[in-house]
Protein backbone atom coordinates (compact mmCIF):
# COMPACT_ATOMS: atom_id res chain seq x y z
CA UNK A 1 0.00 0.00 0.00
CA UNK A 2 1.39 3.43 -0.89
CA UNK A 3 2.59 5.88 1.89
CA UNK A 4 4.11 9.18 2.56
CA UNK A 5 7.55 8.86 3.80
CA UNK A 6 9.86 11.16 5.44
CA UNK A 7 13.28 12.16 6.39
CA UNK A 8 15.31 12.35 8.53
CA UNK A 9 12.73 10.23 11.92
CA UNK A 10 14.91 13.12 14.21
CA UNK A 11 16.85 15.92 13.51
CA UNK A 12 18.52 17.86 16.44
CA UNK A 13 19.93 21.29 15.21
CA UNK A 14 21.49 24.53 16.69
CA UNK A 15 19.56 27.85 17.25
CA UNK A 16 19.93 29.60 14.25
CA UNK A 17 20.55 26.70 12.00
CA UNK A 18 18.77 26.03 8.75
CA UNK A 19 17.07 22.49 8.18
CA UNK A 20 15.21 21.13 5.81
CA UNK A 21 12.36 18.17 6.09
CA UNK A 22 12.20 15.84 3.66
CA UNK A 23 8.69 13.99 2.36
CA UNK A 24 8.10 11.97 -0.44
CA UNK A 25 4.12 12.31 -0.70
CA UNK A 26 2.25 9.59 -2.50
CA UNK A 27 3.03 9.51 -5.75
CA UNK A 28 -0.61 10.11 -7.70
CA UNK A 29 -1.55 12.85 -4.93
CA UNK A 30 -1.65 16.69 -6.27
CA UNK A 31 -1.88 18.35 -2.64
CA UNK A 32 0.85 18.89 0.19
CA UNK A 33 0.85 19.91 3.16
CA UNK A 34 2.86 20.04 6.45
CA UNK A 35 1.64 20.41 9.66
CA UNK A 36 3.42 20.40 13.14
CA UNK A 37 2.86 19.33 16.83
CA UNK A 38 4.37 20.63 19.94
CA UNK A 39 4.85 17.89 22.30
CA UNK A 40 1.49 17.67 23.90
CA UNK A 41 -0.62 19.97 22.03
CA UNK A 42 -2.78 19.37 18.85
CA UNK A 43 -1.64 18.86 15.22
CA UNK A 44 -1.29 22.61 13.52
CA UNK A 45 -1.80 23.42 9.75
CA UNK A 46 0.96 25.00 8.66
CA UNK A 47 0.89 25.02 4.51
CA UNK A 48 -0.56 23.47 2.01
CA UNK A 49 0.74 23.21 -2.06
CA UNK A 50 -0.77 22.47 -5.49
CA UNK A 51 0.39 22.41 -9.08
CA UNK A 52 3.99 23.70 -8.02
CA UNK A 53 2.51 26.92 -5.78
CA UNK A 54 1.28 27.21 -2.15
CA UNK A 55 -2.27 27.43 -1.85
CA UNK A 56 -3.11 28.19 1.77
CA UNK A 57 -0.65 28.78 4.40
CA UNK A 58 -1.22 29.90 8.24
CA UNK A 59 0.00 32.13 10.31
CA UNK A 60 2.71 30.34 11.55
CA UNK A 61 4.07 30.33 8.25
CA UNK A 62 6.01 32.80 8.21
CA UNK A 63 8.89 34.52 6.44
CA UNK A 64 11.47 31.81 7.74
CA UNK A 65 9.54 29.34 6.26
CA UNK A 66 9.27 28.22 2.90
CA UNK A 67 8.56 24.81 0.80
CA UNK A 68 9.64 23.05 -2.06
CA UNK A 69 9.10 20.74 -4.64
CA UNK A 70 12.64 20.26 -6.10
CA UNK A 71 11.83 17.20 -8.54
CA UNK A 72 8.73 15.09 -9.50
CA UNK A 73 8.65 13.59 -6.06
CA UNK A 74 10.12 15.07 -3.17
CA UNK A 75 8.37 18.27 -1.00
CA UNK A 76 10.73 19.92 1.33
CA UNK A 77 9.97 22.23 4.33
CA UNK A 78 13.08 24.84 4.78
CA UNK A 79 13.55 26.39 8.25
CA UNK A 80 15.81 29.34 7.74
CA UNK A 81 16.77 30.19 10.77
CA UNK A 82 15.40 27.79 14.01
CA UNK A 83 14.28 29.06 17.52
CA UNK A 84 13.78 26.78 20.31
CA UNK A 85 10.13 27.03 19.79
CA UNK A 86 10.56 25.41 16.65
CA UNK A 87 11.22 22.21 18.42
CA UNK A 88 8.04 19.94 17.13
CA UNK A 89 6.80 16.96 15.04
CA UNK A 90 6.64 17.90 12.09
CA UNK A 91 4.56 16.13 9.97
CA UNK A 92 3.74 15.78 5.84
CA UNK A 93 0.48 14.71 4.27
CA UNK A 94 -0.67 13.96 0.64
CA UNK A 95 -4.12 14.27 -0.68
CA UNK A 96 -5.52 13.53 -4.40
CA UNK A 97 -7.65 16.59 -4.55
CA UNK A 98 -9.04 18.27 -1.60
CA UNK A 99 -10.41 14.56 0.39
CA UNK A 100 -8.87 12.34 2.12
CA UNK A 101 -5.26 13.22 3.76
CA UNK A 102 -2.83 10.73 4.43
CA UNK A 103 0.41 11.37 7.10
CA UNK A 104 3.47 10.40 7.31
CA UNK A 105 5.73 8.81 10.21
CA UNK A 106 7.13 12.57 11.09
CA UNK A 107 10.21 13.94 11.60
CA UNK A 108 10.86 15.27 15.24
CA UNK A 109 13.10 18.57 15.32
CA UNK A 110 14.70 19.43 18.37
CA UNK A 111 16.31 23.05 18.39
CA UNK A 112 18.72 23.28 21.06
CA UNK B 1 -11.64 29.92 10.76
CA UNK B 2 -13.53 26.80 11.62
CA UNK B 3 -13.46 25.90 15.51
CA UNK B 4 -13.24 22.28 16.42
CA UNK B 5 -14.31 20.94 19.96
CA UNK B 6 -13.63 17.37 20.69
CA UNK B 7 -14.87 15.83 24.24
CA UNK B 8 -14.39 14.47 26.54
CA UNK B 9 -10.86 15.68 26.82
CA UNK B 10 -9.48 13.08 28.77
CA UNK B 11 -11.17 8.36 28.94
CA UNK B 12 -10.18 6.09 30.93
CA UNK B 13 -11.60 2.60 30.51
CA UNK B 14 -11.78 -0.63 31.23
CA UNK B 15 -10.51 -3.21 28.86
CA UNK B 16 -13.74 -4.31 26.94
CA UNK B 17 -15.33 -1.23 27.78
CA UNK B 18 -17.45 0.95 24.82
CA UNK B 19 -16.84 4.74 24.44
CA UNK B 20 -18.02 7.37 22.68
CA UNK B 21 -15.83 10.26 21.60
CA UNK B 22 -17.43 13.87 19.79
CA UNK B 23 -16.40 16.47 17.63
CA UNK B 24 -18.24 19.49 17.53
CA UNK B 25 -17.34 22.14 14.90
CA UNK B 26 -18.61 25.70 14.24
CA UNK B 27 -19.32 25.61 10.00
CA UNK B 28 -19.98 23.68 7.16
CA UNK B 29 -17.61 21.57 5.69
CA UNK B 30 -16.67 19.09 3.43
CA UNK B 31 -13.99 17.11 4.65
CA UNK B 32 -13.38 15.44 8.36
CA UNK B 33 -11.53 12.70 9.35
CA UNK B 34 -10.36 10.70 12.42
CA UNK B 35 -6.91 10.03 13.80
CA UNK B 36 -5.67 7.77 16.30
CA UNK B 37 -2.00 9.02 17.21
CA UNK B 38 -0.23 5.90 18.45
CA UNK B 39 2.53 5.99 21.43
CA UNK B 40 4.99 6.77 18.81
CA UNK B 41 3.46 9.42 17.54
CA UNK B 42 2.66 8.78 13.74
CA UNK B 43 -1.05 9.60 13.05
CA UNK B 44 -3.04 6.45 11.82
CA UNK B 45 -5.80 7.39 9.43
CA UNK B 46 -9.25 6.03 11.02
CA UNK B 47 -12.06 7.10 8.91
CA UNK B 48 -12.69 9.70 6.43
CA UNK B 49 -16.10 10.77 6.71
CA UNK B 50 -17.54 14.28 6.06
CA UNK B 51 -21.08 12.55 6.06
CA UNK B 52 -22.88 9.58 6.56
CA UNK B 53 -22.02 6.08 8.59
CA UNK B 54 -18.92 3.73 8.12
CA UNK B 55 -17.47 0.69 10.48
CA UNK B 56 -14.13 -0.73 10.67
CA UNK B 57 -13.69 -3.64 12.99
CA UNK B 58 -14.32 -2.79 16.45
CA UNK B 59 -14.76 1.28 15.37
CA UNK B 60 -17.61 2.84 13.46
CA UNK B 61 -18.01 6.70 13.29
CA UNK B 62 -20.98 8.62 12.36
CA UNK B 63 -20.99 12.55 10.84
CA UNK B 64 -23.85 14.55 10.86
CA UNK B 65 -23.12 17.19 8.86
CA UNK B 66 -26.35 19.42 9.15
CA UNK B 67 -26.07 19.37 13.04
CA UNK B 68 -22.21 20.11 12.71
CA UNK B 69 -21.08 17.03 14.69
CA UNK B 70 -19.20 14.06 14.32
CA UNK B 71 -18.95 10.64 16.59
CA UNK B 72 -16.09 7.92 17.20
CA UNK B 73 -17.42 4.61 18.80
CA UNK B 74 -14.78 2.16 19.99
CA UNK B 75 -16.06 -1.44 20.97
CA UNK B 76 -14.69 -3.75 23.15
CA UNK B 77 -12.30 -1.41 23.77
CA UNK B 78 -8.26 -3.03 23.68
CA UNK B 79 -5.23 -1.85 25.44
CA UNK B 80 -3.98 -1.27 22.34
CA UNK B 81 -7.05 1.52 21.37
CA UNK B 82 -4.85 3.92 24.24
CA UNK B 83 -3.16 6.83 22.37
CA UNK B 84 -4.95 10.42 21.18
CA UNK B 85 -8.13 10.29 18.90
CA UNK B 86 -8.12 13.84 16.40
CA UNK B 87 -10.90 14.59 15.04
CA UNK B 88 -9.54 16.84 12.07
CA UNK B 89 -12.17 19.32 9.26
CA UNK B 90 -11.84 21.03 6.23
CA UNK B 91 -14.05 23.21 4.40
CA UNK B 92 -13.73 26.48 2.24
CA UNK B 93 -14.03 29.59 4.33
CA UNK B 94 -15.39 33.08 3.82
CA UNK B 95 -13.03 34.35 1.37
CA UNK B 96 -12.39 30.97 -0.17
CA UNK B 97 -9.21 29.82 1.62
CA UNK B 98 -8.93 25.99 2.80
CA UNK B 99 -8.29 25.52 6.35
CA UNK B 100 -7.53 21.89 7.74
CA UNK B 101 -8.36 22.55 11.44
CA UNK B 102 -7.54 19.61 14.20
CA UNK B 103 -9.22 19.46 17.60
CA UNK B 104 -7.15 19.03 20.73
CA UNK B 105 -7.95 15.30 20.95
CA UNK B 106 -9.20 12.98 23.48
CA UNK B 107 -6.60 10.94 25.28
CA UNK B 108 -7.54 7.31 25.70
CA UNK B 109 -6.33 4.99 28.52
CA UNK B 110 -7.57 1.33 28.16
CA UNK B 111 -6.29 -0.50 31.53
CA UNK B 112 -6.12 -4.21 31.24
Known amino acids: EPEVTQTPSHQVTQMGQEVILRCVPI?????FYWYRQILGQKVEFLVSFYNNEISEKSEIFDDQFSVERPDGSNFTLKIRSTKLEDSAMYFC??????????FGPGTRLTVL | GIQVEQSPPDLILQEGANSTLRCNFSDSVNNLQWFHQNPWGQLINLFYIPSGTKQNGRLSATTVATERYSLLYISSSQTTDSGVYFCAVAGFAAGGSYIPTFGRGTSLIVHP
Open chain 1, 93 to 102: ASSEMRHEQF
Open chain 1, 27 to 31: SNHLY
